[in-house]
């Protein structure tokens, strides 16, 4: 018996996601790669498995970059975002041809300053910034809100930047980057940003690459598959006649880890309130919903109880009230020790979680029939380490 709570990762569901999409994709345009989000979920374990199947690493802060070498990455296969990169780290990566998304004319002012380091010529790619908004109405994250990243269109940022970086001499504009974060991450989206994406291209002095960022959805029933995704993008790119010779560069996420991992807690007490029975678990919704964001979790439920009872509340360790991540009607009344399994928990989870009254819980793989540690949980020796205590 694993000792709860812990998060599991099924192998062969991550496998099964990943070969999905590259399949999907590949199949339209062979010249097709991924670079895995490392935000999404940064477990070491993960990390290194993605390079072990070589794909690449989507980074964007210096930390993540670390990871990212520590793991195993060569810079030629790390794709670095983010308006916070990290200036160090976003000059190794250019030096050794990675790929370098620029945000800001912060980065240009300081490729200007440092050209003559590089020594050889440089590559960049630019993210785009446009009113995304007003081609899908309702489903963009800042709605009506400017969005933060990449060099806006329609205030000529974008152009402004494409002739400052073309003025510099040793660097080519070889790609250009549309990641979006959305509400709905719909084919609607993606046709947008990859219309705006092959407009843009043509600016570029030598096209390279097309990165379209990821938020997309995995294996979610009733939700778009890899294929329409993949038919959706590839029939914009032939609509502008786009050469099979550019690289499509996807950076998802939640779509390959998402699904793959669940959350397994215990219960260890009930109490009866104003008719409610209230169920208390070894688990938190911190674990599983950092951001305390209203999420209808998928569960399962291991219990003997033949017993049925109206409404329980199951609820957290923490001394947060609203600890509390399921609503159940109708359903077999716990019992201590009775086990509940949270699914789909895989995204934006491992990576948020606080070190909040408990420590980072064990991370298992399960591979068919075989379990291994990903993570051992944390204990106060983690917490402390590099703490100093007042003497
Ligand atoms: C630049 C970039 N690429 C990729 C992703 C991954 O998104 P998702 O996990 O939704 O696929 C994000 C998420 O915010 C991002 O900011």
Redesign the pocket.
Known sequence: MLKTPYFILDLQKLEKNLSGLRSAFTSLWPNFAI?Y?F??NNLPWIASWMHAQGVMA?V?SSPEYELAKYVGYEDNCVIL??PCKGFETMDKVLKAGGIV?LDSFQEINHIKANIQNYGSRIKVGL?INFDLETACPGETIPGKEPGR?GFNIENRDFDRAIDELKSIAGVEIVGI?A?H?TKT?SLGIFKAITKKTCECASKCSCLEYIDL????FGDKPGAPTFEEYAQTIVSVLCDFSIPSEIKLLL????????SPVSYVCKVIGTKDIKGTRLVFTDGSIKHIAPQMNAIRFGYNLKTSSKNTLPRQVISGYSCIEMDRFLDLNNQPELQIDDEITIKNVG??TISLAPLFIEYYPSVIVKNGDKYSIAREAWTTKEFTQKQKLYV
């Open positions: 670079g989000s935000k999404t989507e964007v975002n983010g998304n993210r990243f980057h990641h974060s991450k960022g990821g938020c997309l950076e998802p996420g939640a779509a390959l880890i998402a995204a934006y």
